[in-house]
């Protein structure tokens, strides 16, 4: 088993709507039943988190600037880490993430261990 990175991906110029908490639960739900099941076949490493939009960036030489703006069309929303036997089955698991229902996509990466 290896461990992939998924990483969620949002088109940021899409107005995002103010929703009610009865909404965003609504809109969790899907979330939470796909990482149940991810879990469920102990392949979730780590559930992960959204990312705020907006951070620092920090480049050679000491130069630190705001950012990422965002000029392309899309940035990252958020990722986890799931376990999988291949690639093929990492992309797999990654064809349940709800985002690809509100015209996000799953960017899926192997991760290479630092040892």
């Known amino acids: ?38 879990a469920a076949q102990n392949k979730l490493v780590d559930q992960g988190n959204r990312l705020e939009p907006n951070g620092r960036v920090v480049k050679p030489n000491n130069i630190v600037t705001d950012g990422p703006f965002v000029e392309i069309k899309e940035a990252v929303g ?7 036997a291949s690639f093929d089955e990492a992309v797999e ?10 015209g996000g996509h799953v960017e899926v990466r192997a991760i290479i261990p630092m040892d």
């Open 93 to 102: 698991i990654s064809k349940g993430c709800p985002i690809l229902h509100v």
């Open 78 to 84: 958020g990722y986890t880490i799931i376990k999988a």
């Open 1 to 38: 088993m290896k461990d992939f990175l998924l990483i969620f991906r949002m088109d940021v110029n899409t107005p995002q709507p103010q929703l009610s908490p009865d909404e965003i639960q609504a809109m969790m739900k899907p979330w939470q039943d796909w990482m149940g099941s991810i």
